[in-house]
T-cell receptor, first 113, second 115 residues
Framework: NAGVTQTPKFRVLKTGQSMTLLCAQD?????MYWYRQDPGMGLRLIHY???????AKGEVPDGYNVSRLKKQNFLLGLESAAPSQTSVYFC????????????FGEGSWLTVV | AQSVTQPDIHITVSEGASLELRCNYS??????LFWYVQSPGQGLQLLLK??????LVQGIKGFEAEFKRSQSSFNLRKPSVHWSDAAEYFC?????????????FGKGTKLSVKP
């Protein structure tokens, strides 16, 4: 019972490099989310998707792009990494848009130097 | 816009003592309310949630929370804390029928447990 799986778990990037975080869920959930977690800030929504082929901006979308080509996958891209994007990134999914339990992955630790 | 406040950044309690973590929210109507727990190096796990009905909600690991509309609060309680409860706890608010669909999280309360 994998749930929500994120890869990679840890990554160090140089400023200006690009990378993609992959999220996969096996619960057939319609909705998927990318959050970032910073000390003292809680979790903030970056982008989310309400279904295959759709994406929408969250609270802090700048510097990130996302794609949902397959229902089970939600990719988060950093085109040109900046030190301000050093954070822990969490992917999550839920069956419905609101009111439903959101299931989280275990996080991806990203450091930009 | 909805918001969530967790007034206590860090709380320390002795093992076996009771616990109450505070959560206040701002929202125009009755929201969906959640408590999540995060152990070090882990993702968030749902403890309990309130959608409607009984305002006292039971969750996993012996936790409960009470929704008080008049106080806009959803405080988390546990009668006797175990050392394994040391973690960070997040309260979250979800809008009913909202178009964004995301949860708004509080900034978290870190719980330390003294032996």
């Amino acid at each position: 019972n994998a749930g929500v799986t994120q890869t990679p778990k840890f990554r160090v990037l140089k400023t200006g490099q690009s990378m993609t975080l992959l999220c996969a869920q096996d619960m057939n959930h319609e909705y998927m989310y990318w959050y970032r977690q910073d000390p003292g800030m809680g979790l903030r929504l970056i982008h989310y998707s309400v279904g295959e082929g759709t994406t929408a901006k969250g609270e802090v979308p700048d510097g990130y792009n996302v794609s949902r080509l397959k229902k089970q996958n939600f990719l988060l891209g950093l085109e040109s990494a900046a030190p301000s994007q050093t954070s822990v990134y969490f992917c999550a999914s839920s069956r419905h848009l609101t009111g439903n339990t959101i299931y989280f992955g275990e996080g991806s630790w990203l450091t930009v130097v | 816009a909805q918001s969530v406040t967790q007034p206590d950044i860090h709380i320390t309690v002795s093992e076996g003592a009771s616990l109450e973590l505070r959560c206040n929210y701002s929202y125009g109507a009755t929201p969906y309310l959640f408590w999540y727990v995060q152990s070090p190096g882990q993702g968030l796990q749902l403890l309990l949630k309130y959608f409607s009905g009984d305002t006292l909600v039971q969750g996993i690991k012996g936790f409960e929370a009470e929704f008080k509309r008049s106080q806009s609060s959803f405080n988390l309680r546990k009668p006797s804390v175990h050392w394994s409860d040391a973690a960070e706890y997040f309260c979250a608010v979800g809008a009913r029928g909202g178009s964004q669909g995301n949860l708004i999280f509080g900034k978290g309360t870190k719980l330390s447990v003294k032996p």
